[in-house]
C-alpha cells in the first residue's frame, strides 16, 4: 500500500532536525526507511516552512507508524493511505458509478 506522510517540524526542533537531516546520506534515509519496512517512493520539502510530503509503500501500516516515530521528537507526522490512477478508476467504476 502506498500512504502519503506529511510532516512539520517543530520550531523549537528546527535546527536539531536540519541538522539530523542534513548529515545524513541518501543512502543512510533509505536505509532508516527499509529497517523499519517501507520503501521511499518519493520526499519533497518546503524547508522554509519546515513542512513536507513523501509518499512511501509498506505492506503494513504499523511498519509506516514506526518510522514515524523515528522523527517524534522533532516534528508532527500524519499518514493518509493513497492511491495511483489506476486503482483509483477502478474503486469508482467499482464501487461508486
Known sequence: ????????????????ALTAFGTFTQEQLESLLA?????LIGR???L?????TMIVE???FSKCTAFQLAWADVCD???????????AREAIQTHFI
Open 44 to 46: 519533497w520539502h518546503c
Open 58 to 60: 509498506t505492506d503494513d
Open 77 to 87: 507526522m500524519r499518514a493518509k493511505p493513497v492511491m495511483t490512477d489506476v486503482p
Open 1 to 16: 500500500m502506498l500512504f502519503q506522510i506529511d510532516y512539520s517540524v517543530f520550531q523549537t526542533s528546527r535546527r536539531d
Open 35 to 39: 529497517d523499519h519496512g517501507v520503501e
Open 48 to 52: 522554509g516552512e519546515g513542512t513536507g
